[in-house]
């Protein structure tokens, strides 16, 4: 037989303790909701077509900006650029001349192929910031960038850049290293015996 004195003496789970109450203040009477009032509808003076084109017309084209931003990627290098058009000026990478910052002809070389091989690197200006990467890494990064702002100064460079190579991104990247194996590939020495 169960005695009924022992289960009223147990504790139920969860049961809430007696804290003390926190006074809070007194809440703010809300406001009354302003009464919203009803839209007009007005029919359209013109088609969407002509609201387009006069749009298309009033905004600023390409050629009237000051500088045409561009970013470039390779492996782990990331590179954001500024190409000023028709401003005589340096090649600055990082707060540093292009050629300081890369000092092997090599690197440089790179980064100059798209000016030159357009005609434009006497008169145009460029200012890079790169991150991440290696040296080679972040030049190709920067040459891919300049490529596509003068692409977006001047589309028919396109045909110049484009067959050498320029205007595409190089998506080759480091692997993942695989488990069971020492990096991406490289498989544990096999012993015979």
Do not use: W
């Not at 092997?104 to 070389?109: A, K, M, N, R």
Request: glycine share 6%.
């Amino acid at each position: 037989m169960i005695d009924s004195t022992s289960q009223d003496t147990k504790k139920k789970p969860f049961a809430r303790s007696a804290a003390p109450k926190i006074a809070r203040a007194p809440r703010k009477p809300a406001s009354a909701p302003a009464k919203i009032a009803k839209a007009k509808t007005v029919p359209m003076q013109k088609p969407p077509a002509e609201l387009l084109r006069e749009i298309s017309a009033s905004a600023p084209s390409h050629a009237d900006r000051a500088y045409y931003s561009a970013r470039g990627r390779r492996k782990e290098a990331v590179a954001r650029i500024r190409l000023y058009p028709g401003k005589a000026g340096p090649l600055i990478v990082n707060q540093k001349s292009f050629d300081v910052f890369f000092p092997y002809f090599e690197f440089s070389q790179i980064v100059k192929e798209p000016l030159e091989a357009t005609g434009r690197l006497g008169n145009t200006s460029v200012t890079a910031m790169v991150q991440g990467g290696g040296v080679r890494a972040q030049a190709e990064a920067v040459r891919l960038a300049i490529a596509r702002a003068l692409v977006m100064c001047d589309e028919a460079l396109k045909k110049t850049l484009r067959p050498l190579g320029y205007l595409t991104r190089d998506s080759r990247s480091k692997e993942r290293k695989k488990p069971g194996l020492k990096r991406a590939r490289r498989a544990p020495q096999f012993a015979k015996r």
